[in-house]
């Protein structure tokens, strides 16, 4: 059955550096999405992009998130200058075009900002 | 007030019993709501959804919405070990492949 993966699984990294998440959606999906978790807080949606564009992002989604479809295959988000405030699990989800469409959720980054 | 609000649980239940899951929420924009599944160490999983107010049943699990009262619930019949699991509702305006809003999740655990 295909599935989402996501790389790496965990990553620590000290504040201030950039890092980037990587996300391999479904084949045949065209809508992606990020969402986080920080510990024992709910998943928050953070961009969904398609057709090579954001077309909605959260008011968590600041200047220092990007993300991009770099290949047929990737959908990466980019952190540029980490903050401790940061440290959560990354969930990448991609669906089908379509009102009633399913996201399906890759296994998620744990990110750890030092 | 919090868009949605779900208690965090952790509910533990003996095998065979009935489960209720419930979720509240503030914003009458919403107009799907989502039941997803969460094991230790993966992602969320949709369970199932359903559009505006009603009952959707699927196997042991049925999906209950009440716009009226901006109240959802999900019951499990005859809970199963393998349901163990945290429990997520969530919530979109404008489909299930749309931002979504999700409840904090309640932690389940069935017993033997």
């Known amino acids: 059955e295909p599935e989402v993966t996501q790389t790496p699984s965990h990553q620590v990294t000290q504040m201030g550096q950039e890092v980037i998440l990587r996300c391999v959606p479904i084949?045949?999906?065209?809508?992606f999405y990020w969402y986080r978790q920080i510990l024992g807080q709910k998943v928050e949606f953070l961009v969904s992009?398609?057709?090579?564009?954001?077309?909605?992002k959260s008011e968590i989604f600041d200047d220092q998130f990007s993300v991009e479809r770099p290949d047929g295959s990737n959908f990466t988000l980019k952190i540029r200058s980490t903050k401790l405030e940061d440290s959560a699990m990354y969930f990448c989800?991609?669906?089908?075009?379509?009102?009633?469409?399913?996201?399906?959720f890759g296994p998620g980054t744990r990110l750890l900002v030092l | 007030q919090k868009e949605v609000e779900q208690d965090p649980g952790p509910l533990s239940v003996p095998e065979g019993a009935i489960v209720s899951l419930n979720c509240t929420y503030s914003n009458s924009a919403f107009q799907y709501f989502m039941w997803y599944r969460q094991y230790s160490r993966k992602g969320p999983e949709l369970l199932m959804y359903t559009y505006s107010s009603g009952n959707k049943e699927d196997g042991r699990f049925t999906a209950q919405v009440d716009k009226s009262s901006k109240y959802i619930s999900l019951f499990i019949r005859d809970s199963q070990p393998s349901d163990s699991a945290t429990y997520l509702c969530a919530m979109s305006k404008t489909g299930t492949a749309s931002k979504l809003t999700f409840g904090t999740g309640t932690r389940l655990q069935v017993t033997l």
């Open positions: 989800a991609s669906s089908v075009r379509g009102v009633e469409e399913t996201q399906y």
């Open positions: 084949s045949n999906h065209l809508y």
């Open positions: 992009f398609y057709n090579n564009e954001i077309s909605e």
